[in-house]
């Protein structure tokens, strides 16, 4: 158990939808990082906050948005939902930026979209 | 930009063989951390071993260990005695230094599908 915890594990919706994925990071951790995993493009990383701020923007759409709220979990939107925006979406956190502290992932959701 | 490289889609081994999952990184930044994660059928993602670029000796965790040559710019991971568990998908991955813009993400490789057999 990495301490990180997603919801929902599973979400099936159509296209033009809205949804929201959830994210609680470990205790103590202040980074929070939102990755997508599909087939055709692999792990790519969307966005990072910590402690609140956004802090680098990667691949992520228009359509989609993320905050970070004072209780440090943090919240990924996705909208007017694609066929192609079907993958596996990961948060993983950190207690802050140096590059020796692993980011632990949390167990993902799953999107469908039909 | 950051780039890795994993060059074996999938890996066959025997149980208890040790095995070597090969990765080649690519950074103009003189700081870095190197990641391996594992990812089986369930999609959690398991941080198994860090190296960082300034570290002089090779990493370890337990059956886990990192053959990192700096001037190859590669950081092999190398499982010992195999078990049938350790059948999974293994992700190389890197962070660049904090001083840089953004550094924070892991830019990861494409992965290697190892299966273990019995």
Same mark, same amino acid.
């Given at each position: 158990d990495s301490g990180v915890t997603q919801t929902p594990k599973h979400l099936?919706?159509?296209?033009?939808?809205?949804v929201t994925l959830r994210c609680s990071p470990r205790?103590?951790?202040? !980074?929070v990082y939102w990755y997508q995993q599909?087939?055709?493009?692999?792990?790519?990383?969307?966005?990072?906050?910590? @402690?609140? %701020? +956004?802090?680098?923007?990667? @691949?992520?759409? %228009?359509?989609? !948005?993320a905050?970070?709220?004072?209780?440090?979990h943090s919240e990924l @939107?996705?909208?007017?939902? +694609?066929?192609?925006?079907?993958a596996l979406y990961f948060c993983a956190s950190?207690?802050?930026?140096? %590059?020796?502290?692993?980011q632990h992932f949390g167990d993902g959701t799953r999107l469908?979209?039909? | =930009?950051?780039?890795?490289?994993?060059?074996?889609?999938?890996?066959?081994?025997?149980?208890?063989?040790?095995?070597?999952?090969?990765?080649? $990184? #690519?950074?103009? #930044?003189?700081? $870095?951390?190197?990641?391996? *994660?594992?990812?089986?059928?369930?999609g959690e993602m398991?941080?198994?071993? $860090?190296?960082?670029? $300034? #570290?002089?000796?090779? =990493?370890?965790?337990?059956? *886990?260990?990192?053959?990192?040559?700096?001037?190859?710019?590669?950081?092999?991971?190398?499982?010992?005695?195999?078990?049938?568990?350790?059948?999974?998908? *293994?992700?190389?991955?890197?962070?660049?230094?904090?001083?840089?813009? &953004? =550094?924070?993400?892991?830019?990861?490789?494409? &992965?290697?599908?190892?299966?273990?057999?019995?």
């Open positions: 099936i919706t159509a296209t033009g939808q809205r205790s103590g951790d202040l !980074s599909s087939l055709d493009q692999g792990l790519q990383f969307l966005i990072h906050y910590y @402690n609140g %701020e +956004e802090r680098a923007k990667g @691949n992520i759409l %228009e359509r989609f !948005s905050q970070q709220f004072p209780d440090l @939107n996705l909208s007017s939902l +694609e066929l192609g925006d079907s950190s207690r802050g930026g140096r %590059e020796d502290q692993p469908s979209i039909l | =930009a950051q780039k890795i490289t994993q060059t074996q889609p999938g890996m066959f081994v025997q149980e208890k063989e040790a095995v070597t999952l090969d990765c080649t $990184y #690519d950074t103009s #930044d003189q700081s $870095y951390g190197l990641f391996w *994660y594992k990812q089986p059928s369930s398991i941080f198994l071993i $860090y190296q960082g670029s $300034y #570290d002089e000796q090779n =990493a370890t965790e337990g059956r *886990y260990s990192l053959n990192f040559q700096k001037a190859r710019k590669s950081a092999n991971l190398v499982i010992s005695a195999s078990q049938l568990g350790d059948s999974a998908m *293994y992700f190389c991955a890197m962070r660049e230094g904090f001083r840089i813009q &953004g =550094a924070q993400k892991l830019v990861f490789g494409q &992965g290697t599908r190892l299966t273990i057999n019995p």
